[in-house]
């Protein structure tokens, strides 16, 4: 299903983070500051705002130069602006503090940062540390539900199904996919039931209408 996938959304952008890191912001901080950024933003805004701000600062200690109000100012056009600039600087400040400035590949440290929540955490493991991670933002949980292939209300219990289901060399990949096909193919309302690579594995459940 996933090599079918593949194919079917290598015409359509590259999810976020996935392109920023193609761009070279490899970083495990930069991937995390660039999942904050995404949070209820459109993939479209979260790029160009994620290159302003790293045009200014790319580290933990150039991101502390910065005060709250101009790092707000960085943030406009995503979602919550002046709220995530302070979840960022108490990343920065414990990044510095706590680890020398270099954030550690680990689950649990990320996920005790403020603000920080188990996608955006496995999302910067997986893709800046190459950790086996699954992130479940709003498309994989859609997707894979309307599957069949989980039954699960919320993307945390998604999460934790997907984890018992999905062999762990492929986890990084439920993101880098389902992510672009469930924006652009198996999408919210309307799906794409009629051309989609893997109607013959889905249920369909939940769907009323489709193109």
Known sequence: MLSRIEQAV????????????????????????????????????SIPVS???????????????????????LLHGSSYPGQKAYTMLGIAKVAVEQ??????????VLTDLKGVGPKCANLALGIAAQVPAISVDIHVHRVVNRWGYIKASQPEKTLLQLELKVPKEKWIDVNRLLMPFGKHICTGNLPHCSTCPVLGYCQQVGVTKHR
């Open 10 to 45: 290598a015409q359509y952008p590259k999810a976020a983070m996935f392109d920023l890191y193609e761009q070279g912001y490899t970083s495990l901080f930069e991937q995390l500051i660039s999942c904050i950024i995404s949070i209820r933003t459109l993939d479209e805004t």
């Open 51 to 73: 290159l302003r701000l790293f045009a200014k600062a790319r580290t933990p200690e150039e991101l502390l130069k910065l005060t709250p109000q101009e790092l707000e100012t």
């Open 99 to 108: 680890y020398n400035g270099e954030l550690p590949a680990d689950f649990k």
